[in-house]
């Protein structure tokens, strides 16, 4: 059986002020690409599909017109469920009659969560949808004492009981959070303060394949047996280096898969510029990257007048500018001069020396000393 794994679509996303919803279709209208061309049997979307519990129309209508390929155009089963950013009520809104259609959306924990069973030409595969929920959530779904469910991993274990069938069938599992190997980004919502939020891969045991979501970066946990598909697009600039993907899986006869890690090509990449300001301006822009969502490290020492403005006349989609050689402003410590009391070149030798952090030199000091002056000599004659 071919899987199409993927997850974390954060539909409705707002980066730096842009809304993605264009660049979001146009990766998934890759993937609608993809199940086709590969001829997979089965999609799953394993949570986080959109960004927040209440999505913008523009989202809405969005997984609409996805979904209505897949299942309706296509013929293919959809199999999602709804993650940490989720409204586990929206994404289960009118899942049993969707479910005739081949659409299976888990939003609400269950007690009992009923499985889905496909068939292939070697026999059927269990697919068991586990949507996200909180560890009092369980608790409370399960009647049983915070002291026995305290953390995700208790809680995920607690679950996990529940659909041990032991039919002899193959087993596919589909869950969202943090399963310790996993290597998390910039941009993910942490689930739970230090180590609650994590998962030991050893509560995944009996299953074929675990197909993850939550982490953004694609990533194995278990090869070829538990894995990330990442997210549909980068959300931070930290992952400006990532390739995103989804995981096209083969699953033989005997449960045995092989993971294909799909890469994405967005219609504009996020990326990381470093350099000074002039050598950013002067650099080379032909071609469609400049239009990319870009952050730029600037090198310059010195105190740069509208970057922003200057940088965005050349590329169009500059959010974010840095300054990591501007040292941080140190806390005041007892016995420290009294900024009201140091005359005006030692007030500015002290923010020279804190923003390119060397000290200021003869030919600094007399410049600075000629500005003064000169704005002094203007004043008096402003006031005679």
């Known amino acids: ?42 999609v799953l979307v394993c949570g986080d599909i959109y960004d927040r519990a209440i999505p913008p129309p523009d989202a809405v209508a969005l997984l609409d017109d996805v979904l209505s390929r897949l299942v309706l155009d296509l013929r ?15 994404i289960g809104f009118a899942s049993r009659l969707l479910r005739r259609q081949g659409l299976h959306a888990a939003g609400l924990a269950a007690r009992e969560p009923g499985p889905i069973t496909l068939n ?19 608790r409370e779904l399960l009647g049983r004492e915070e002291a026995t469910l305290s953390d ?41 303060t230090g180590d609650a939020g994590n998962i030991d891969p050893a509560r995944f045991e009996g299953f074929d ?5 939550h982490l953004h970066r694609p990533q194995t946990v278990v090869p070829g047996r538990i894995d990330y598909a990442g997210s549909l697009y980068k959300y931070s600039f930290a992952e ?12 033989d006869g005997r449960g045995r898969c092989r993971v294909e890690r799909v890469p994405l090509t967005p219609r504009l990449d996020v990326r990381r510029i470093e350099g000074t300001l ?18 730029a490290a600037l090198l310059d020492r010195e105190p740069v007048l509208d970057a922003m403005g200057r940088l965005h006349a050349v590329y169009p989609n500059m959010l974010h500018i840095e300054r990591p050689r501007m040292l941080p402003v140190e806390d005041l410590r007892p016995g420290a001069p009294d900024a009201r009391r ?16 060397e000290q200021l030199g003869q030919s600094e000091s007399s410049a600075f000393a000629r500005v003064v002056d000169s704005l002094r000599r203007r004043e008096r004659e402003a006031k005679a």
């Open 120 to 138: 292939d030409r070697h026999g059927s595969v269990v697919f068991h949808p586990l949507p996200y929920a909180e560890p009092a959530a369980v």
């Open 209 to 213: 394949y675990v197909a993850l979501g």
């Open 240 to 251: 400006a280096n990532q390739v995103k993907s989804v995981n096209l899986v083969e699953m």
């Open 278 to 295: 002039d050598q950013l301006l002067r650099a080379p822009v032909d071609g469609p990257n400049r239009h990319d969502y870009l952050m």
């Open 76 to 90: 293919l089963p959809v199999i999602l469920i709804g993650g940490n950013h989720d409204s586990p009520q929206r």
């Open 1 to 42: 059986m071919r899987l199409l794994h993927t997850a974390d679509w954060h539909l409705g996303r707002i980066f730096h002020g842009v809304h993605l919803t264009q660049d979001q279709a146009h990766l998934l209208d890759q993937v609608v690409d993809l199940a086709r061309e590969a001829r997979v049997d089965v």
């Open 342 to 357: 140091l005359s005006e070149i030692d007030l500015f030798a002290a923010f020279y020396a804190q923003v390119t952090g």
């Open 152 to 192: 995700h991993d208790s809680a995920m274990e607690a679950r996990l009981q529940l659909l041990r069938t032991g039919t002899g069938s193959r087993t596919v599992l589909l869950a969202h959070g943090v399963v310790l190997g996993g290597e998390a980004s910039e941009s993910e919502r942490p689930l739970a």
